[in-house]
Structure formats: C-alpha cells, structure tokens
C-alpha cells in the first residue's frame, strides 16, 4: 500500500532544526518569526499492510518519548507550511535506510520498486507570511531547484485531511534505449555533434577520430562486427576519455614561455611529465620508502614493515557550485574510493577537506546561482555527511574566502588509507588484469547520476524526469561495499580494482581494460535504477558507490557469497581479453569496438603561449603607508579577519575521533580552540609510529606571482609538518591544482597567456622546491576552468575568473607519537625563540589585504638557507628539547605571537628587538616586523633548563630569543628601540578571534 507517515518533535521539546531556520531567516532577510516546526515525511511506496505500517512506525520511525507520528497530517498551528521533496531520480539516502530498516523488521525483502521517500515540511508561524516570502524562504534556505521541488501552503490553503497529498518522485522514462549512429562525413559534422552533445571535443581531436573510423582496414573489421558509422557509444567514450578531466590535456601541453620584461623564451613539452613526473621517479629510485606513485587512483608509502599508507586529493568545484551539499558529499566519498581501488585496496584512514569561496556578507551587484553563505553552509555539511558517516575521522581542514571565489567555489578533498605490504604473497600494492577474468560491478546501481549534463537538453522535461547531472553520495553503501571489499582482499579474490568516478565505466574498464590488452561487456547486465536508460548513459554514468573488479574465475563463487554476507549488489558484467579491442554488447549484439591504443597515440597535443607580465608592469606597487598608531587595535582587527578568525563552528561539526587514532586533533590547547598546524593519526594502535598530516593554499599570493605563491605554500606544509614531530627524511606531498582557463581568446579570455605563464611558474617552483626539500608528489589532480559567468546588475552576463590557486598536501612519518608537540605555550619562564628571519616582504599579505592594498614584495623562499635549520629543529624536537612550536604563516608574527599565547591561555613579553632581519629591502618600520609573512619561521618554546642544549644545536643559524612565557594573561611585545607595541589580555584577543562567527557554533 502507499501511505505517509508524519513525525514531529513533541510540542513541549525544543525543535534545533526549526530555530536553525527562524535564525537563517533573520540574517537572510532581516525578519523575525515566531516559531517554526519540522515534519519530517516518510512516504511508503511498497507492498506493505496496515499492520506493517504500524509496526514500522512504531519500531523503526517513531521515539514514543521524544516524538508524536501520524499517517494523517499532522495539526500543527501554523500561518503557513513549506513542503520541500527530491526531485525523480535525486539519491534519497535516508529513503535508502528506510527501505533496508523495513526489511531487517520486517523480515522479508523488497522488490526494487519498493521504496521509501523522505521529505521535510516546515510549519511556520509569524506576521506577513505571504506566499511570495514562503517560495523566497523555500528557494534561497531550504531547497535547490537542481534537485529539490517544493510547495508553499497558506493557512487557508491547507487541507487539513489531504496534507500536502501523497507525492511519489518516481523516475518514469517512457523511452525505449536505442543505440544511434554518429554522422562524421566532415569535421564540421562531427564539432555539431560535440556541440549538440555537450561532447566538449576539442577541434583538434575531431580529424583524427574521423580518420580511425574511416580507415579502410578499421571499417573492413568493423563491419564483420555489424558496425560501420561510429556509435553514440563510442563517440562518447573517446569524449571522456579525450577529456581534461581524465586525461589531463592541459598539464601534457605544449608551452611556449615569454617574459615580457625581458624578452626570454622557453618551450616547456609536458609541464606534467617536466615538472612532477620525472623528478618525482627519480626520487622513487633514491628512497626505498616511496613504494607507487602517479599512476594509481592514490600514492603509496611505506608506513613500517608490514603497512603500506596511501593518499589522493580530488575537487568537486562545478558540482558543489551548483548543488553545494550534493557535490560535496559526492566529492568526498568519491575521494574516498580512491584508497579503496588503490593496490588491491586499502582502507580509510582519514579525510580532509579545503573550501575556497567568496565573502559570506557578500551584497554586491553580482548574482551567484548559490549565494557564497550557502554554498558554504552546503559544501561543510555534505562533507561532514560523507566523511563520518563512512566512519572515516576527519582531523583536518582550512577555510579561503576571496572574491575571486564568487565565479566557481573550491572544494577540496583528500584521503588517506593504509594497505598491508602483502596480500595473499604478492605485493599489497600491484594489480593487474589477465585475459580470462570477469569484470564485476559492485556496490551501487546505474542511473543518469553525473551524465555530463547533456539529458536535460535530449529529453522532454516532466515530473518524472530524473535530474541527470546532479549526483549525492550515499556513504552508508560505501562503507558497507568498503568492508566487504577488504573482506575479498584479505581472502586473497581480488586480482584487480578501481573505482568508477569521472566517467564511470568507460574510465575503469577503459583504463584497466589496457593491462589484459581488451575486454568484452555486457552493458544489459548491469543494473539500473530504473528502466530507460540508453546505452551510453550506462557507459558514462557517474552514479557513485561503485567499483569495477577484476576476479579471477575460480574465485567467483567465494567473491559472489562474501557480496551476499555484506549485502552488497556485485554482478558479472564482462571479461577482459587479449585481443587488443574494448567490445561492448547489448542483448547480444556489438555496439562498440575500439582498439584499445586508440586514445594513448594519434591525438595531437595541446598548445598553449605563455606571457609572463611581471608585476610593476602590470601595475602593481608597494604602496606608502605610516606606521599604525594603535597596534592592540591592529592585532585584533587582523584577528577578527574571515582567514584568520575561528572557523572552530566547521570543525567542531566533523568528527575526527571516530577510529581512535587521532594523537594531535584539529583544535590544540589547554581550551582545545585555537587550529594547530598539523594533524598526526596513529593508524596502527600497536604501533608507536604515526602519520602527521596538514595542507595548505595561499591564493592572494598569485596576484603578484604564482611561482611565489606555490614556493611559499609548499614551505609553510614542511614548516607545519615539522611543528607536531613529522620528519624531513619521510615526507610526501599531494599538488592539487585549480586554475582559470589558460587558452587565449581575445574576447573570452583575453588574460589566457598570462594565466598560462603563472601555470608555467607555478610548476616549476613546485619541482624546485620538491627537488629542495626531497619530497615526492605521491599524488595530485588539476582541476582547470575555474572560471564563473555571474548575472550582473542590468542582466548581462560577467566573467569572474577564481586566483590561480594550489593547495598542498602533505604528510610525513612520526617515529614515535609520545614526541609529538603542540603549537600552545606550556609553562610559565619558557623561553620564547624566533626561528629564522623576517623581511619586508608584505605582498599579498593579510595586512596589506586589510587595508586594499596588493603590493609587490611576495614573501620569498630559500630552501637552501632554510633547511639547515629545520634540520636543527626536527634534532631538537626528538631530543625533547622543544616545549611548542608553530609556524608563523597567514597574518605574520604579530597574529602567531597571539595564537600560540591563547592556545596556551598563558601571557607573552616579547621584545622585537632581537629578530633576524633577511633581505635588501630596509625593514623600517615595527609593523613590517609584525605582520611581514616572510617565509621559513617558527615559535618554538624552550624550558630554561633545556636552553644551553637548545642553543648549541642553532649555533650559527637564524634563532633568536624574542621573550618568555608568563604567568598571566598578558600578551606585551615591545619594538626595537623598547617602546610597548601591544599590551591586552587573552580574553579580547580571544573576543576579537572568535567573534566573527561565533554565533555559528
């Protein structure tokens, strides 16, 4: 039978859900409601009794202490009510649970039609409740109409027995699948095609696709397989896989550098391989920790003798940016894959996240689709829902606001799991595929999840129509097929595996298809969420929680039952073969035959001109400002700044101790409220060994140089790495780059060369700066087109490109966790030192940020300068000769001085004048001094009776004695010639640091 069931909070408990809503409405639009109740709607489309109904409502659904539930509507006072529902086709995961509770009380299974829908309604009561608000309040708060409907109800049009009436978003096609032909009698032919299909094919790539297809030996062997004129299913997979998505064009470009400056040139061939790829193999041959690197889904490391550790970072950007909490939680449990198709599998460990996006008190003339408050509102709680309740610890992230963000926000998601050296007496870390072996499905079914959005523009909309390009993960089939997998692992049945993300099936059997030299499948085997789909919407599907497996056929029937144990839908959909073609059937007969070296030679590479503009031609200066008459005022200001400022109410929502393994957490402290520089995990619990992790990104660095800015960022990770006890020998790094579109156009993108030029430098200062510190890319991603068209103030359209951006992660082995340190001042008459110099290096800092200025001195690197004395430090950090240490980073000295004193709810007395001064530009002035973001520092803490042994180690290098630890509250700094700068207490500081958003906790 189909029916509702409406639950709601008893009318004497307090509703969090609904005064979360009543506040949104006051800060969005300014008005105060009286009250707001939730219903939260289960709608029963299965074939269940009255009696099971009941049961379930009264055994699954409904708390009796807590809750009231009714299959009638609800009567609750109100002036008006707000349905919101997903749309056809949209994930329902707590639908998805609904179903699997119903069937484990129930006893019985369900057919696949059986379903369960959720949806919400928010009865509200307040003044001046007019349909108009309801619908604003719907689709700027509540809903996104991407994938989302609602329905707005007045007090007097309610029906008190009908409710909001039994709606079912069931996907109804109507359509019969069909494979087509693609016309290709011209190259204009085929670019009309790519256009009309959302293709994305470059016109370079097209001649040659025409010329495979119409050679005469291709179409003589063509035809003996019944084909002849290219499939839709074929176009589309040399689509995907031509793509800069999965095949990385830009990074394997052509580039021709020019200075303008100084008239220099240069031809970089393949920034990837230049760049990242054979400096990274190279240090492969040099460190015998370094275990597989750049081909996998993720990297491997040696974690000790018997473990292995593995670790990816992805972006989510255009999703999340058009359906915040969806791409999201997909970016997140698609990261999350990465380890689990790595080697033979690895499991999850631990997650991060990275979010870049405009200014949350935006109001300017720009109209974004999500307004940057909601997009991040959306992005923290769909990673937080992916990540814990995959069980996977989250003890890490950063948060960016910048206007260049409003185009396209950043999401940023890395992983990290760990795999046994050996599984079943072969390397944990090798795989491969055999002629002879089935392809297995597992995990999820397929339906027009991720499509590249070309279904809403081939189909009749109605409202049965799924929303094809929007996907939402479901973490609780993912952790389930998680286990299950490394159950198979173990027992020694998986002989290879890979996830199916960008692509779907066309990428993982594709790409692993090439080890054996070919495959066959069955595309009607695989199973659909609803009937309709064409064949090459089930190729390309992006539908998430599932991986493609490689199992040899004397395991089958022990791989089938440990699927049926876990519960988990696994299906044979082919063979790999030896015959050097990927064949693909439907009901029997042939729809695709690619040779499989089709897409690794004939294409041309891409090209691109570089123009490097150097910043005083671009106008950039240094400007001339006095020196501030109130530094307290200063300090808190910078304090108090959205970069700086807590962002302890997006930590506090990710749970990082779910496994037990956290040893330094994300909030560090005798008050456990101040971010430290770095999390370290214990991922062994019998070992003493642990991984320190931490990431980092410095955008507003790329206005002035990128080259600058990925130098800077790359040291900040190894000076934050070497703050909780990660040492130099072991550590690996992750480059994730997001950049604005890089090809010229001289009316779409005039800046495209420059873009290009920054991409050039920032590439080469990441292979020097590797080269310096000996760290190894064990992964990285591009997410390139950072780019966004806003609707502005008189309707045209406006192009906001994002900076040019690269976050860096990175870990590094911890010998022995008892050693790890944390950033906070522990006790009273510790010394406190200053390692390394400052010079008047303001350039995109946030002091010159604050006052809307960019400036030209970008802080510098020396790694040559630097590394003797991180050397020193990683000694005196295992000799326990170091109380705290942090790095001095975002904001410079002054904003660290105050971090590390409220870390430790201790007072500091600074005296500036012993700080090393570096460089050739005079540093005049103490606000210089204070706020510089020179490169290469740290605060570090020493007892008194370590201090001789602490000494001797820096004899020789930049350390100075700036202060000590104090009893009370009290942060003093004195400038160089004795004059107090800043005298206040913790608790304003604290005040100023936390108050910008404190009202979100």
Same mark, same amino acid.
């Given at each position: 039978?189909?029916?509702?069931?409406?639950?709601?909070?008893?009318?004497?408990?307090?509703?969090?859900?609904?005064?979360?809503?009543?506040?949104?409405?006051?800060?969005?639009?300014?008005?105060?409601?009286?009250?707001?109740?939730?219903?939260?709607?289960?709608?029963?489309?299965?074939?269940?009794?009255?009696?099971?109904?009941?049961?379930?409502?009264?055994?699954?659904?409904?708390?009796?202490?807590?809750?009231?539930?009714?299959?009638?509507?609800?009567?609750?006072?109100?002036?008006?009510?707000?349905?919101?529902?997903?749309?056809?086709?949209?994930?329902?995961?707590?639908?998805?649970?609904?179903?699997?509770? +119903?069937?484990?009380? #129930?006893?019985?299974?369900?057919?696949?039609?059986?379903?369960?829908?959720?949806?919400?309604?928010?009865?509200?009561?307040?003044?001046? +409740?007019?349909?108009?608000?309801?619908? !604003?309040?719907?689709?700027?708060?509540?809903?996104?109409?991407?994938?989302?409907?609602?329905?707005?109800?007045?007090?007097?049009?309610?029906?008190?027995?009908?409710?909001?009436?039994?709606?079912?978003?069931?996907?109804?096609?109507?359509?019969?699948?069909?494979?087509?032909?693609?016309?290709?009698?011209?190259?204009?032919?085929?670019?009309?095609?790519?256009?009309?299909?959302?293709?994305?094919?470059?016109?370079?790539?097209?001649?040659?696709?025409?010329?495979?297809?119409?050679?005469?030996?291709?179409?003589?062997?063509?035809?003996?397989?019944?084909?002849?004129?290219?499939?839709?299913?074929?176009?589309?997979?040399?689509?995907?896989?031509?793509?800069?998505?999965?095949?990385?064009?830009?990074?394997?470009?052509?580039?021709?550098?020019?200075?303008?400056?100084?008239?220099? =040139?240069?031809?970089?061939?393949?920034?990837?391989?230049?760049?990242?790829?054979?400096?990274? +193999?190279?240090?492969?041959?040099?460190?015998?920790?370094?275990?597989?690197?750049?081909?996998?889904?993720?990297?491997?490391?040696?974690?000790?003798?018997?473990?292995?550790?593995?670790?990816?970072?992805?972006?989510?950007?255009?999703?999340?940016?058009?359906?915040?909490?969806?791409?999201?939680?997909?970016?997140?449990?698609?990261?999350?894959?990465?380890?689990?198709?790595?080697?033979?599998?690895?499991?999850?460990?631990?997650?991060?996240?990275?979010?870049?996006?405009?200014?949350?008190?935006?109001?300017?003339?720009?109209?974004?689709?999500?307004?940057?408050?909601?997009?991040?509102?959306?992005?923290?709680?769909?990673?937080?829902?992916?990540?814990?309740?995959?069980?996977?610890?989250?003890?890490?992230?950063?948060?960016?606001?910048?206007?260049?963000?409003?185009?396209?926000?950043?999401?940023?998601?890395?992983?990290?799991?760990?795999?046994?050296?050996?599984?079943?007496?072969?390397?944990?870390?090798?795989?491969?595929?055999?002629?002879?072996?089935?392809?297995?499905?597992?995990?999820?079914?397929?339906?027009?999840?991720?499509?590249?959005?070309? =279904?809403?523009?081939?189909?009749?909309?109605?409202?049965?129509?799924?929303?094809?390009?929007?996907?939402?993960?479901?973490?609780?089939?993912?952790?389930?097929?998680?286990?299950? #997998?490394?159950?198979?692992?173990?027992?020694?049945?998986?002989?290879?595996?890979?996830?199916?993300?960008?692509?779907?099936?066309?990428?993982?059997?594709?790409?692993?298809?090439?080890?054996?030299?070919?495959?066959?499948?069955?595309?009607?085997?695989?199973?659909?969420?609803?009937?309709?789909?064409?064949?090459?919407?089930?190729?390309?599907?992006?539908?998430?929680?599932?991986?493609?497996?490689?199992?040899?056929?004397?395991?089958?029937?022990?791989?089938?039952?440990?699927?049926?144990?876990?519960?988990?839908?696994?299906?044979?959909?082919?063979?790999?073969?030896?015959?050097?073609?990927?064949?693909?059937?439907?009901?029997?007969?042939?729809?695709?035959?690619?040779?499989?070296? +089709?897409?690794?030679?004939?294409?041309?590479?891409?090209?691109?001109?570089?123009?490097?503009?150097?910043?005083?031609?671009?106008?950039?200066?240094?400007?001339?400002?006095?020196?501030?008459?109130?530094?307290?005022?200063?300090?808190?200001?910078?304090?108090?700044?959205?970069?700086?400022?807590?962002?302890?109410?997006?930590?506090?929502?990710?749970?990082?101790?779910?496994?037990?393994?956290?040893?330094?957490?994300?909030?560090?402290?005798?008050?456990?409220?101040?971010?430290?520089?770095?999390?370290?995990?214990?991922?062994?619990?019998?070992?003493?060994?642990?991984?320190?992790?931490?990431?980092?990104?410095?955008?507003?660095?790329?206005?002035?140089?990128?080259?600058?800015?990925?130098?800077?960022?790359?040291?900040?990770?190894?000076?934050?790495?070497?703050?909780?006890?990660?040492?130099?020998?072991?550590?690996?790094?992750?480059?994730?780059?997001?950049?604005?579109?890089?090809?010229?156009?001289?009316?779409?993108?005039?800046?495209?060369?420059?873009?290009?030029?920054?991409?050039?430098?920032?590439?080469?200062?990441?292979?020097?700066?590797?080269?310096?510190?000996?760290?190894?890319?064990?992964?990285?991603?591009?997410?390139?087109?950072?780019?966004?068209?806003?609707?502005?103030?008189?309707?045209?359209? !406006?192009?906001?490109?994002?900076?040019?951006?690269?976050?860096?992660?990175? =870990?590094?082995?911890?010998?022995?966790?008892?050693?790890?340190?944390?950033?906070?001042?522990?006790?009273?008459?510790?010394?406190?030192?200053?390692?390394?110099?400052?010079?008047?290096?303001?350039?995109?800092?946030?002091?010159?940020?604050?006052?809307?200025?960019?400036?030209?001195?970008?802080?510098?690197?020396?790694?040559?300068?630097?590394?003797?004395?991180?050397?020193?430090?990683?000694?005196?950090?295992?000799?326990?000769?170091?109380?705290?240490?942090?790095?001095?980073?975002?904001?410079?000295?002054?904003?660290?001085?105050?971090?590390?004193?409220?870390?430790?709810?201790?007072?500091?007395?600074?005296?500036?004048?012993?700080?090393?001064?570096?460089?050739?530009?005079?540093?005049?002035?103490?606000?210089?001094?204070?706020?510089?973001?020179?490169?290469?520092?740290?605060?570090?803490?020493?007892?008194?009776?370590?201090?001789?042994?602490?000494?001797? #180690?820096?004899?020789?290098?930049?350390?100075?004695?700036?202060?000590?630890?104090?009893?009370?509250?009290?942060?003093?700094?004195?400038?160089?010639?004795?004059?107090?700068?800043?005298?206040?207490?913790?608790?304003?500081?604290?005040?100023?640091?936390?108050?910008?958003?404190?009202?979100?906790?």
């Amino acid at each position: 039978m189909q029916a509702r069931l409406e639950i709601t909070l008893k009318p004497e408990l307090e509703d969090a859900e609904g005064l979360a809503l009543q506040k949104k409405v006051k800060d969005v639009f300014g008005i105060e409601l009286d009250a707001v109740r939730c219903v939260r709607i289960l709608t029963f489309d299965a074939e269940l009794t009255e009696a099971e109904c009941i049961l379930a409502r009264d055994r699954i659904f409904c708390n009796p202490v807590s809750q009231e539930a009714s299959f009638e509507p609800l009567a609750l006072d109100f002036d008006g009510c707000i349905w919101v529902g997903f749309r056809p086709g949209v994930r329902d995961n707590a639908g998805a649970t609904a179903m699997e509770a +119903l069937s484990d009380v #129930l006893g019985r299974s369900f057919g696949p039609e059986d379903t369960v829908y959720t949806s919400r309604r928010y009865c509200i009561k307040g003044k001046g +409740l007019t349909e108009k608000l309801m619908d !604003r309040i719907a689709g700027e708060l509540l809903a996104n109409d991407i994938i989302q409907q609602w329905q707005v109800f007045t007090k007097e049009s309610w029906d008190v027995k009908e409710g909001v009436g039994l709606i079912l978003p069931k996907v109804r096609l109507n359509h019969e699948p069909e494979v087509t032909t693609i016309p290709i009698d011209s190259d204009a032919t085929l670019q009309a095609v790519s256009q009309a299909r959302n293709l994305a094919l470059n016109p370079n790539d097209v001649p040659v696709i025409r010329r495979y297809f119409l050679n005469g030996q291709t179409l003589a062997l063509r035809r003996e397989k019944g084909l002849e004129q290219p499939t839709d299913i074929e176009i589309e997979y040399i689509a995907q896989g031509r793509s800069d998505h999965c095949n990385h064009n830009t990074f394997r470009g052509l580039f021709r550098y020019r200075d303008l400056e100084t008239g220099e =040139t240069e031809v970089i061939d393949n920034l990837f391989k230049t760049c990242i790829q054979n400096p990274t +193999l190279k240090m492969q041959k040099e460190k015998d920790w370094v275990v597989s690197v750049l081909w996998d889904n993720a990297g491997a490391a040696r974690f000790d003798d018997h473990w292995n550790y593995v670790i990816t970072g992805e972006t989510h950007n255009s999703p999340s940016n058009m359906e915040a909490y969806g791409g999201a939680i997909t970016g997140i449990v698609g990261v999350y894959r990465d380890p689990l198709g790595t080697g033979k599998g690895a499991r999850l460990i631990m997650g991060s996240y990275g979010f870049c996006v405009g200014e949350l008190d935006y109001d300017g003339p720009l109209k974004p689709r999500l307004h940057p408050r909601r997009i991040l509102d959306g992005v923290v709680e769909g990673v937080r829902d992916g990540g814990n309740k995959s069980g996977v610890p989250t003890p890490f992230g950063q948060v960016t606001f910048h206007s260049g963000y409003m185009g396209k926000c950043l999401v940023f998601v890395t992983a990290l799991g760990i795999m046994p050296k050996a599984v079943a007496g072969a390397p944990g870390h090798e795989k491969t595929t055999s002629p002879g072996e089935h392809i297995i499905m597992c995990g999820g079914r397929v339906g027009k999840d991720g499509i590249h959005g070309v =279904t809403a523009s081939s189909e009749t909309f109605s409202a049965h129509t799924p929303a094809g390009h929007v996907q939402i993960g479901d973490p609780y089939t993912q952790k389930k097929m998680h286990d299950f #997998l490394l159950e198979a692992r173990d027992a020694g049945l998986i002989a290879f595996i890979t996830d199916n993300g960008g692509g779907g099936l066309s990428s993982s059997i594709g790409e692993s298809a090439r080890f054996a030299g070919g495959c066959t499948v069955a595309l009607d085997q695989v199973p659909l969420k609803y009937e309709g789909l064409d064949q090459w919407e089930i190729w390309v599907s992006e539908s998430q929680e599932r991986m493609t497996v490689s199992v040899k056929p004397e395991h089958l029937e022990a791989f089938m039952a440990l699927s049926e144990k876990h519960a988990v839908e696994s299906t044979v959909i082919g063979t790999y073969t030896d015959t050097g073609y990927l064949e693909i059937t439907w009901k029997g007969k042939t729809v695709a035959w690619i040779h499989m070296d +089709l897409l690794e030679e004939g294409f041309p590479q891409w090209e691109f001109d570089c123009e490097w503009i150097p910043p005083k031609l671009r106008g950039l200066y240094e400007p001339v400002i006095g020196a501030p008459s109130d530094y307290n005022g200063v300090l808190k200001t910078l304090l108090a700044r959205p970069n700086i400022a807590s962002k302890e109410w997006i930590v506090r929502q990710y749970d990082h101790e779910v496994q037990a393994n956290s040893v330094i957490k994300p909030l560090v402290g005798r008050e456990r409220d101040i971010p430290s520089d770095a999390a370290v995990i214990r991922p062994v619990l019998d070992s003493e060994r642990g991984i320190a992790f931490t990431q980092t990104l410095l955008p507003t660095y790329s206005q002035i140089d990128a080259g600058a800015m990925t130098a800077a960022v790359i040291d900040e990770a190894v000076r934050r790495l070497l703050a909780v006890g990660g040492g130099l020998s072991e550590m690996g790094g992750v480059d994730n780059f997001c950049w604005p579109d890089i090809q010229y156009h001289p009316e779409k993108n005039p800046d495209g060369r420059f873009k290009a030029a920054q991409l050039v430098r920032s590439c080469k200062a990441l292979q020097a700066m590797c080269e310096a510190y000996q760290i190894p890319l064990l992964s990285g991603k591009d997410s390139m087109y950072v780019d966004g068209h806003l609707q502005g103030p008189f309707g045209e359209t !406006r192009k906001v490109s994002g900076l040019e951006t690269l976050q860096f992660s990175a =870990t590094a082995m911890v010998e022995n966790v008892w050693l790890c340190q944390s950033m906070d001042v522990k006790n009273p008459g510790d010394r406190l030192y200053l390692l390394g110099e400052t010079a008047n290096e303001l350039g995109g800092s946030e002091y010159y940020e604050w006052m809307g200025y960019v400036g030209l001195h970008v802080p510098e690197v020396d790694p040559e300068a630097f590394l003797p004395l991180y050397q020193a430090l990683e000694k005196a950090m295992k000799m326990a000769l170091v109380n705290s240490a942090h790095a001095v980073a975002r904001g410079g000295l002054g904003v660290h001085l105050a971090l590390v004193a409220m870390a430790g709810c201790r007072g500091l007395n600074v005296d500036l004048g012993p700080v090393k001064i570096r460089g050739d530009i005079p540093v005049e002035r103490e606000d210089i001094l204070l706020f510089s973001e020179s490169c290469g520092r740290m605060l570090v803490t020493v007892s008194r009776e370590k201090e001789k042994a602490f000494q001797e #180690l820096f004899d020789g290098l930049p350390c100075a004695c700036i202060g000590e630890v104090l009893e009370n509250d009290i942060l003093r700094i004195c400038g160089r010639q004795g004059k107090e700068l800043v005298h206040t207490c913790m608790a304003d500081l604290k005040q100023s640091f936390k108050k910008p958003f404190g009202d979100r906790i």
